[in-house]
């Protein structure tokens, strides 16, 4: 199984970036796979941004609410971030991350709910 994040740059406060995620070796179509991204700034731990759970429910921390969408192609095996408004703070290393949905104890924003993550990459915004 492989995650692959792409997307990542350098770009200005208020400017615009989509982040991909492709899962190799997940069949998004014949499992249920919840996906998430998490992000960790320099010298920060790692945070959950946003997540969407195999049922399409969507669910986003407070700081990128109103600036973030997540969606997923499941007949692509890829999801999306689509990070808008972007700020200085955006600034960090953001990673995806895949669990089966059909396994019990989920809890979306605790990475280790996470069964696969993905590399990374890097989103820089300066003001």
């Known amino acids: 199984v492989q995650l692959q994040a792409s997307g990542g740059g350098s770009v200005h406060a208020g400017d615009s970036l989509s982040l991909s995620c492709a899962a190799y070796?997940?069949?998004?179509?014949?499992?249920?796979?919840?996906m998430a991204w998490f992000r960790q700034a320099p010298g920060k731990e790692r945070e959950f941004v946003t997540a969407?759970?195999?049922?399409?429910?969507?669910y986003f921390v407070d700081s990128v609410k109103g600036r973030f969408s997540i969606s997923r192609d499941n007949a692509k095996n890829t999801v999306y971030l689509q990070m808008n408004s972007l700020k200085p703070e955006d600034t960090a290393v953001h990673y995806c991350?895949?669990?089966?949905?059909?396994?019990?104890?989920?809890?979306?924003?605790?990475?280790?709910?996470?069964?696969?993550w993905g590399q990374g990459t890097l989103v820089t915004v300066s003001s």
């Open positions: 991350a895949s669990r089966n949905g059909l396994r019990v104890g989920y809890r979306h924003t605790v990475a280790g709910s996470y069964d696969y």
């Open positions: 070796g997940l069949d998004f179509s014949r499992s249920r796979y919840h």
């Open positions: 969407i759970t195999a049922g399409y429910s969507t």
